[in-house]
């Protein structure tokens, strides 16, 4: 099967520098895409169906026709890269950056070009040291060979492009907060509309966009949106980084076509669970994604069929829990990363998640009544989507939801027992 | 005072942002990478350059979880303690560095060598569990290997 986004990576752990890149193949992209108008850039990639790859799977030509433009349009734009991976169980974005910045790099360029953005700003985690150095040098490797500034390659586009290292928090990776906190304050999500195509960074035309997506554009501008179709087993396009970790035998990334299976994934790719322990459920994407039990292995893992099965695909690195693990200890310490990372903004966010982490500390702690339950799936319904001004509460309510459904005999079993069977 | 090469630093990234009000994040991490942390004299002057009001500054830097305002210690570690992390091993882990370094999370260690603080998911849950010392990420940890990891930092 052809990789794209994993075919350059260096086996021993370095970065691809501006050289080996371009000698395997790389900016080709950049040249094809400046001599396109950026709506025919903006048609080819709607044509791809590339969906965004950081969790909601929105599709991406189409978010960038919503930008203004032509010579009304307000200036400058921008382009945001969303390369703060904090989302628990994910760990796909910081290979791309660590071994291949200059993929990175040439998708955004082709991005701002289809939305005439003139700055660009790539937003990385803090902890993300080796993502850093790699970036910076490339960075400059790219200015030096004129790929971003003034003129670029003498088209008259011209294109700046900075790295910010983030302060820490999830809720930088939430569209809106990741503005504010680009604009140097709390990352609380802003209200929208207005969305932040119309008025994002400083009030301007913004698009947002993972490091995974961006990374596809210009594979796709060059060999075209069916070239792109035809990598998936599904109906959306292009190949996935997939991922799994928690008890399997090879906890591992792998870039396979978009719709795989959960079971490949699971059994071929990370051999299956380790020895002597039983599958019992897994997170398909991330910790804000609904479990999926054994009767859904032979979903494809893509954004129309994991939705079906009730879940989301998330960021597409599966977090697999074994038997010898506790499932109310499992979820409770989802719970305590959502009701931490909460930025306070609104109340069924910070007051329900602390509410649900400490109910599930006292299930944990064989102190949990027979109602608990009830108030967990109460806080569920409270921080449905339409309740919170961002999905960051719906996102923590996804786990706790399903755990409430596919193990509610292991919470009941803790309330009857007076303790966790686990311990 | 900030040092010349604080406020060269900060100047630096002036350019970097239509406004350098922006920039509250990039200064106290600035400060913090010569002194270890953000002190409220280091906000006034922060302050000033950036013409936020402190108590803006601080709300921001009481928002983020790579921004201390307290000091700590040489070496800080940061110890992932997010769902992967925790299925492969983290309360065992927890446990053995609080036991080892004689401080709970969130302490400094009496010589001032050590501080210890939850942190969440590292993104490298395929080699859990993992930490980071200061800006070294160390993974795939057993008790034993951490004893030889701390042995590196005096």
């Given at each position: 099967?052809?990789?794209?986004?994993t075919?350059?990576?260096?086996?021993?752990?370095?970065?691809?520098?501006?050289?080996r890149?371009?000698l395997?193949?790389?900016?080709?992209?950049?040249?094809?895409?400046?001599?396109?108008a950026?709506?025919?850039?903006?048609?080819v990639v709607k044509?791809?169906?590339l969906?965004?790859r950081?969790?909601?799977?929105?599709?991406?030509?189409?978010?960038?026709s919503?930008?203004?433009?032509?010579?009304?349009a307000?200036?400058?734009k921008?382009l945001?890269?969303?390369?703060?991976?904090?989302?628990?169980?994910?760990f796909k974005?910081?290979?791309?950056?660590?071994?291949?910045?200059?993929?990175?790099i040439?998708g955004?360029i082709?991005?701002?070009?289809?939305i005439?953005?003139?700055?660009?700003?790539?937003?990385?985690?803090?902890e993300?040291?080796?993502?850093?150095?790699?970036?910076?040098?490339?960075?400059?490797?790219a200015?030096?060979?004129?790929?971003?500034?003034?003129?670029?390659?003498?088209s008259?586009?011209?294109?700046?492009?900075?790295?910010?290292?983030s302060?820490?928090?999830?809720?930088?990776?939430?569209?809106?907060?990741l503005?504010n906190?680009?604009e140097?304050?709390?990352?609380?999500?802003?209200?929208k509309?207005?969305?932040?195509?119309?008025?994002?960074l400083?009030g301007?035309?913004?698009?947002?966009?993972?490091v995974?997506?961006?990374?596809?554009?210009?594979?796709?501008?060059?060999k075209?949106?069916?070239?792109f179709?035809?990598l998936?087993?599904?109906?959306?396009?292009?190949t996935?980084?997939?991922?799994?970790?928690?008890?399997?035998?090879?906890?591992g990334?792998?870039?396979?076509?978009m719709?795989?299976?959960?079971?490949?994934?699971?059994?071929?790719?990370?051999?299956?669970?380790?020895?002597?322990?039983?599958?019992?459920?897994?997170?398909?994407?991330?910790a804000?994604?609904?479990?999926?039990?054994?009767?859904?292995l032979?979903?494809?893992?893509?954004?129309?069929?994991?939705?079906?099965?009730?879940?989301?695909m998330?960021?597409?690195?599966?977090?697999v829990?074994?038997?010898?693990?506790?499932?109310?200890?499992?979820?409770?310490?989802?719970e305590?990363?959502?009701?931490?990372?909460?930025?306070?903004?609104?109340?069924?966010?910070?007051?329900?998640?602390?509410?649900?982490?400490k109910?599930?500390?006292?299930i944990?702690?064989g102190q949990?009544q027979?109602a608990?339950?009830?108030?967990?799936?109460?806080?569920?319904?409270?921080?449905?989507?339409?309740?919170?001004?961002?999905?960051?509460?719906?996102?923590?309510?996804?786990?706790?939801q399903?755990?409430l459904k596919?193990?509610r005999?292991?919470?009941?079993?803790h309330?009857?027992?007076?303790?966790?069977?686990w311990? | 005072?900030?040092?010349?090469e604080?406020?060269?630093?900060?100047?630096a990234e002036?350019?970097?942002?239509?406004?350098?009000?922006?920039?509250?994040?990039d200064?106290?991490?600035?400060?913090?990478?010569?002194?270890?942390?953000?002190?409220?004299?280091?906000?006034?002057d922060?302050?000033?350059?950036?013409?936020?009001?402190?108590?803006?500054?601080?709300?921001?830097?009481?928002?983020?979880n790579?921004?201390?305002?307290?000091?700590?210690?040489r070496?800080?570690?940061l110890?992932?303690?997010?769902?992967?992390?925790?299925?492969?091993?983290?309360?065992?882990?927890?446990?053995?560095?609080t036991?080892?370094?004689?401080?709970?999370?969130?302490?400094t260690?009496a010589?001032g060598?050590?501080?210890?603080l939850p942190?969440?998911?590292?993104?490298?849950?395929?080699?859990?569990?993992?930490?980071?010392v200061?800006?070294?990420?160390h993974?795939?940890?057993?008790?034993?290997?951490?004893?030889s990891?701390?042995?590196?930092y005096?």
């Amino acid at each position: 099967m052809e990789k794209v986004l994993t075919k350059d990576v260096p086996a021993d752990g370095s970065a691809l520098d501006i050289k080996r890149y371009e000698l395997a193949g790389g900016y080709q992209g950049v040249r094809k895409a400046l001599k396109m108008a950026p709506k025919e850039v903006i048609d080819v990639v709607k044509q791809s169906g590339l969906r965004g790859r950081g969790g909601a799977g929105f599709p991406t030509g189409m978010k960038w026709s919503f930008v203004p433009t032509g010579a009304d349009a307000p200036h400058p734009k921008y382009l945001c890269c969303n390369a703060d991976e904090m989302e628990p169980g994910t760990f796909k974005d910081r290979l791309l950056m660590e071994a291949t910045p200059h993929q990175l790099i040439e998708g955004m360029i082709c991005a701002a070009h289809a939305i005439e953005a003139d700055v660009a700003y790539i937003f990385l985690r803090g902890e993300y040291i080796l993502s850093a150095e790699r970036l910076r040098k490339a960075l400059a490797e790219a200015y030096e060979h004129n790929y971003l500034g003034k003129n670029i390659l003498g088209s008259g586009v011209n294109l700046e492009m900075h790295l910010h290292m983030s302060g820490g928090r999830y809720m930088c990776g939430e569209e809106t907060g990741l503005l504010n906190a680009l604009e140097g304050k709390r990352a609380n999500p802003r209200t929208k509309p207005p969305f932040p195509q119309i008025s994002g960074l400083f009030g301007k035309p913004t698009i947002v966009q993972n490091v995974e997506t961006l990374c596809n554009v210009h594979h796709i501008i060059n060999k075209g949106p069916e070239w792109f179709k035809g990598l998936s087993k599904s109906e959306d396009g292009g190949t996935k980084l997939y991922g799994a970790s928690g008890k399997v035998k090879r906890p591992g990334l792998w870039e396979l076509p978009m719709g795989t299976t959960v079971r490949e994934i699971l059994e071929e790719h990370a051999g299956g669970m380790k020895e002597g322990l039983r599958f019992r459920g897994l997170l398909p994407g991330g910790a804000s994604t609904d479990f999926l039990v054994e009767e859904h292995l032979d979903l494809k893992m893509d954004f129309t069929d994991v939705q079906k099965a009730g879940s989301r695909m998330g960021t597409g690195t599966m977090i697999v829990m074994d038997d010898r693990t506790c499932p109310v200890g499992f979820v409770k310490n989802l719970e305590h990363f959502f009701a931490q990372e909460s930025c306070g903004w609104c109340t069924p966010c910070w007051s329900g998640l602390s509410w649900a982490e400490k109910m599930l500390q006292s299930i944990e702690d064989g102190q949990g009544q027979e109602a608990d339950l009830d108030r967990l799936s109460y806080i569920c319904r409270m921080t449905a989507p339409g309740h919170t001004f961002c999905a960051l509460a719906p996102g923590a309510a996804e786990p706790l939801q399903s755990a409430l459904k596919y193990f509610r005999e292991d919470f009941e079993r803790h309330i009857h027992e007076k303790r966790c069977p686990w311990r | 005072m900030l040092s010349p090469e604080e406020r060269q630093e900060i100047e630096a990234e002036f350019g970097n942002y239509p406004d350098k009000r922006a920039l509250t994040i990039d200064a106290m991490k600035i400060v913090q990478k010569h002194r270890g942390w953000v002190s409220d004299d280091a906000l006034k002057d922060i302050s000033e350059i950036l013409g936020v009001p402190v108590s803006e500054l601080d709300s921001v830097a009481t928002f983020y979880n790579l921004i201390y305002r307290k000091p700590v210690g040489r070496h800080v570690i940061l110890v992932c303690d997010s769902i992967s992390c925790w299925v492969m091993g983290y309360d065992r882990l927890r446990d053995h560095l609080t036991s080892r370094l004689g401080i709970k999370m969130g302490e400094t260690t009496a010589d001032g060598r050590f501080t210890l603080l939850p942190i969440v998911c590292l993104g490298t849950c395929d080699h859990a569990p993992a930490m980071m010392v200061d800006e070294d990420l160390h993974r795939d940890l057993d008790t034993e290997k951490v004893d030889s990891i701390l042995e590196q930092y005096k």
